[in-house]
């Protein structure tokens, strides 16, 4: 199969996402893509968000795990937060539920992703494929982008890249049970101010009557920001089936001074 | 027609132009992205715009009007600002102009729009569809962008999304005539600080020896930031055909401390 | 060779580059895309980077140089920083390096480009043309689109839009020898902070104990930011060739109270 040709099977445009923290303001990301179109003429190369706080990959890991579902079978993810480049860590080229994935092996998969039954994970071996890095500081550019190309366009199997490999335990802090409840913390703050926490929907029999403690707030699990007064604090299950804490109309970050970190504690009127 | 057909008649590639308000930071337009490709392949997505204040839906009104006729006929436009998400509001599916529109029915529609007398204007019914939301508040994803990927796709007709409906009123304030001039407000501030108003330029002949008032200001019509020298306020027929409030080589809304919704009056020296 | 035909030779899908200053925060670029795509539907429109500092020609001189390499044959890149739009200034089309070049005519071309030995550089005639803005102040949308459109899509060849003329001399400026070393100066500064300057790397054996002077400090060129300690100062070459000032895990331009404009001098051990 040629680079230029079809790309996953099934599919006649290969889709390829760009997750990064290289922000807006520079051309770094423009660059990328100029190199995985010089490669791949026909990919259809998509922002999934380069507003990652700079080198937050636990954030970045979040987000990868939650967005993932929402694209085609066969999608490749391309995430590159990589506070380490230049250093020897490797980098992994994976195939996991039906899609794929190219990131440094720093923690930027979440254990949900790692631990699928169907993960195929491989460490890209740059020696067998002559690829060398024209740059010791970005290898978005220099070595994301040619393997994304050649992965999505078909020109390398994810077999030809490199061998299986066992990759770095995740990032993405994993909430705890603990007595009558769940330690979590918040992973990312959206643009509007809500803390988007590491703790998973309760199910249904226990949400009834949780509640949130974050900083000395104790907040009971409402279900939409709508079920509090203008101005409130609230906790919720948001879209993306995460335990979240806004306030209605207003900024919760700003008004908690709580950012990435912060810790938060779910409990259950019902007990564990 | 199949979900994965060519779309509108005579294009090869569906147009589908995106407005919201969620901002570069987090990947909610990535997601409203991966949305529309798993449902329409050849479908080409463009960001109109994603940095609308949050919720303000007279700016994105504003946007919207003056941007849609510099796109292709045939173009779908999809705008999701939508601070009511998950009460109780419709979904309009319009055709208007020889565009397409998604929106929330909260005044998005310019009265230019509402009141073109080729508007087809549907609200969605969402049961017949069998469309349900998998979350209260990010309708974007699980409402807007199923419904924009049959639409440009031709795997529903407009007729079929719902019935003709009567939309809210528009949320972009109209500048009214008063006596010897007309009265209006900042709808926009720019990226350079300069202040977009509702008011349109005025005919040829009462433009000249026109003034704009502004918090205490008052302000001579000219052709271009040229007219005037480098610091000074400036008010001016923009490239929308709106007028605009200017400080030359500065920033007019920091000088002046204005923004949206600050009175602005223009007056012509012809009278009424 | 109709607009909506295939382009470039050799290139199904025209690429086209866009590198303004118009920021995110408008639907500025947006716009720009719809002309695009109404006059050449199988164009793929790529975002180079909107963040450019407002009017800072330099600074997009300097990313247009650095990127253009990167992109496939055949790209056009289209940059709009546009400081005196609406005065008499040329719109120059160019054909450099197997690249083509809309640009105003304001010095946005690299004195590397201007000097290249292939460079075919034009005026654009617009009588000829029979193109006329409708505005004074958004040529991005009303002129330097349709051309885009116009060449990218082969409807008009590159000698059809003008004839031959001499630009205006390159606003980047050149770091100049000097008794011991080369003067230079910040061009711009990244999303991290970091301090890229006009000196290209030094050649391998005076890179050897050369030192970099900014703002009363003296830093030995190094190899990568990993070469200093957390909270250090370093200065090394980049991943574009030029000389840059980076603090490790911190802002080197916050630090430094440094910008674009600021000297730097980089001195050789071993004389010049």
């Known amino acids: 199969v040629s680079a230029l040709g079809g790309g996953f099977p099934g599919r006649q445009v290969p889709l390829i996402t760009l997750l990064t923290d290289y922000g807006h303001a520079d051309p770094f990301v423009g660059v990328m893509k100029g190199v995985l179109y010089r490669l791949l003429p026909s990919a259809n190369v998509i922002d999934l968000c380069h507003g990652i706080a700079p080198q937050a990959v636990s954030e970045a890991a979040y987000w990868l795990d939650r967005c993932q579902p929402w694209f085609p079978a066969g999608t490749l993810h391309v995430a590159v937060i990589d506070p380490t480049v230049g250093s020897a860590r490797a980098i992994l ?3 996991i539920a039906d899609h794929y994935f ?11 992703l790692l631990e699928h039954p169907d993960a195929e994970i491989r460490a890209v071996n740059f020696e067998a494929l002559g690829l060398r890095a024209a740059s010791a ?7 994301f982008a040619p393997l994304a190309a050649w992965l999505a366009g078909g020109a390398r199997s994810l077999a030809e890249l490199g061998e299986r490999a066992t990759p770095q335990p995740s990032a993405l802090p994993r909430a705890k049970a603990s007595a ?11 643009r509007f101010g809500n803390l988007i926490t590491n703790i ?5 029999h226990s949400a009834r009557g949780a ?4 900083l000395g707030h104790t907040l009971a699990l409402r279900s939409t920001y709508a079920d509090v007064a203008s101005g409130e ?6 879209s993306f089936g995460s335990v979240e804490i806004a306030e209605r109309d207003g900024n ?18 019902q007990g564990p």
Chains 1, 2, 3 share one sequence.
């Open 93 to 95: 080229a994976a195939h």
């Open 102 to 112: 190219l990131v440094p092996d720093n923690g930027l998969l979440s254990q949900r």
């Open 137 to 143: 500081t970005f290898h978005g550019r220099d070595l």
């Open 180 to 190: 009558g409840g769940v330690e979590g913390e918040v992973v990312t703050v959206d």
């Open 200 to 204: 998973d929907a309760p199910a249904e």
């Open 211 to 214: 509640c949130l403690q974050i």
């Open 233 to 238: 604090l609230v906790a919720l299950v948001n």
């Open 252 to 269: 919760a970050a700003g008004r908690l001074h709580a950012g990435r970190g912060t810790d938060v504690r779910l409990t259950s009127a």
